[in-house]
């Protein structure tokens, strides 16, 4: 045990992590339980997480109204105030409607997709001649089709685009823990 202030090292963290690594597994289990029924149920899981996000913005529109209510002067409180009003209609919209708002996000996401895969070639440009430049054109490439599929099949893409991005994200998070509880269960 080190003393307040004194710096820790990570083999110690390692340490006290290896009696818990049955709960490590068993949380990298669940999220890729989770990451399985966001594939299995991908139009639910587009439609709750369009849902959530609503809320949040609903929650976090109503902080940022109270905050510019505090606000010292006029043009500080209109930005606060309109900022979270905007949070808030944007949040409400997602809750009724998030069919709709699946559609906007699904949208945008292929737009910067696309715009990411073009950023990604110019930069390729950029490198010299190598491997890694050609790794680089690969990411770019494989991003711009990634959005141009999402755009061109869109709108009906909207129904599972996001929940197979959060499934894909979950399976792989949840077997990254997994992973690292076999990791520190081997060296006991």
Known sequence: ????????????????????WGAILAFG?????????????VLFSTLAMVTLNGVLLVVAGAAEIGVGM????????????????LYVLAGVFC???????????????????????????????????????????LGSAVTFLLGLIIVIHWPMSSLYVLGTLLGVDLLFHGAGWVSFAVGLRAHR
């Open 1 to 20: 045990m080190t003393a307040i202030g004194e710096p820790h090292s990570l083999g110690q963290a390692i340490h006290r992590l290896r009696a818990k």
């Open 29 to 41: 289990l669940l999220l890729m339980l989770l990451g399985a029924a966001s594939l299995a149920f």
């Open 70 to 85: 505090h606000a010292r002067s006029w043009g500080r409180f209109f930005l606060w105030v309109a900022g979270g009003v």
């Open 95 to 137: 809750i009724f409607d998030p069919a709709a708002a699946s559609a906007i996000l699904t949208l945008m996401i292929g737009a910067g997709l696309i715009a990411a895969g073009v950023v990604r070639a110019y930069l390729a440009f950029q490198l010299p001649a190598s491997p890694r430049r050609s790794m680089v054109w």
